[in-house]
């Protein structure tokens, strides 16, 4: 009886999931839609929309159009059944983002960060006045958020609490959930920004309906989120997708990981102002950060010839790298997101020219090579995506 009951129980659960999944990727949906889409049969999607109307999970949204006969009623996600909150923790600012359970984004703010100072228990003041923040300017009571998502620059080792190895930032093993933890009731998720990206672009931007992705991001460092068979690839301890040191010229430039002639020393955003200082024969870039350099960048390649070379070589480069993802993964496609990648936009054509002239022909043509959809947002959305995952997969429980 109690082997029937748990078993019960769980095919109950794994239902819920399959429905809630599909009502929160792609609804509004009617009831014969989630019948068709899941496999699932009437009585049991009846039986578990009744379940989860009672719940207040979810909520009827109008009559379907109609060609005759009775109009069947659309379901969606209950906007204000929780919030969710993204952090992005990049290597210039913290921003940390408020979203309600539709992912309409109700509340944003910012913290800069000097590269000379990343320490982690600042890191960690920002992300949680960040959250006091936004939870005020939207009053949102505390226990109404399901859980926060924060991306993180570097190596996140998972396990009982994660583990922050960020190189660029000189975090060696911080223990950032710790940090964070010891001022928030919260639930936290941490993960690699790339890889929030990458979760991001697949479920709402440029990776739907792609099982074969990657996804590149480029700011001041460089990463990638490697998805195959619609599941994010982390190796045997979740540093997969450091994309940015792999070797592009050997005993080249010198990277800020200590390595040579790693890919981030020539296409992160500052190594490609140093490039660009370089190019001027040591003269500074105009601009008060690095975002702001960058687009001076863009700006004088309109007059300048040097700014147009280095602007070049920065294509040819990361085309270059492209290549090196799409012979070594096969992807049906490669979105290039971050800040970095956003403002070299332009440059787009010229990375898929020089991509071709690197990569084997027959992978070449099966891949589409693409901007992200979701903007400079995109780590801190993916990053409010985690605990809703988990919410999703364990069939809308709240632990």
Request: proline residues 4%; aromatic residues 6%; contains cysteine.
């Amino acid at each position: 009886m109690e082997l029937a009951r748990a078993t019960n129980r769980s095919v109950r659960l794994r239902n819920r999931s399959a429905l809630l999944t599909k009502l929160f990727l792609d609804g509004p949906l009617t009831r014969q839609d989630l019948v068709r889409s899941t496999g699932l049969s009437q009585p049991a999607v009846s039986n578990v929309v009744a379940d989860m109307i009672d719940e207040g999970l979810v909520v009827e949204a109008g009559a379907a159009e109609s060609d005759g006969g009775r109009p069947s009623m659309l379901l969606r996600i209950a906007p204000r059944f929780a919030f969710l909150i993204g952090v992005d923790v990049g290597e210039t600012r913290v921003r940390v983002e408020l979203f309600d359970f539709a992912m309409t984004l109700l509340a944003s703010v910012e913290y800069p960060l000097d590269p000379a100072r990343t320490e982690p228990d600042l890191v960690a003041g920002h992300v949680l006045a960040g959250i006091e923040a936004v939870t005020g300017q939207a009053g949102v009571a505390p226990g109404d958020v399901l859980g926060v998502g924060i991306g993180v620059s570097g190596v996140v080792e998972q396990g009982a609490e994660a583990v922050v190895h960020a190189q660029a930032l000189g975090w060696d093993g911080v223990p950032l959930e710790r940090l964070i933890g010891a001022g928030t009731d919260l639930p936290l998720h941490i993960d690699n920004g790339a890889k929030t990206l990458g979760q991001a672009e697949m479920w709402f931007g440029a990776g739907r309906g792609a099982r074969h992705a990657v996804f590149a991001l480029v700011g001041s460092g460089v990463g990638a989120s490697v998805v195959t068979n619609g599941a994010t690839y982390r190796g045997a301890s979740s540093s997969a997708g450091e994309w940015g040191h792999t070797t592009l010229v050997y005993g080249g430039r010198v990277c800020r990981c200590g390595a040579r002639g790693c890919l981030e020393a020539y296409v992160g955003a500052e190594a490609i102002i140093d490039r660009y200082r370089e190019a001027r024969r040591g003269r500074p870039v105009p601009g008060e950060d690095e975002e702001s350099q960058i687009a001076a960048l863009v700006a004088a390649a309109e007059t300048s010839a040097t700014a147009r070379r280095v602007l070049e070589d920065t294509a040819g480069y990361l085309g270059a790298g492209v290549a090196n993802l799409i012979n070594l993964f096969n992807p049906e496609r490669v979105v290039l997101g971050g800040w970095a990648a956003m403002a070299l936009g332009d440059l787009l054509p010229a990375v898929r020219e020089a991509a071709g002239r690197q990569a084997l022909r027959q992978p070449y043509e099966q891949a589409s090579i693409e901007l992200c959809r979701l903007g400079v947002d995109a780590v801190a959305l993916g990053a409010a995506t985690l605990p809703i995952a988990r919410f999703l997969t364990e069939g809308g429980v709240r632990r």
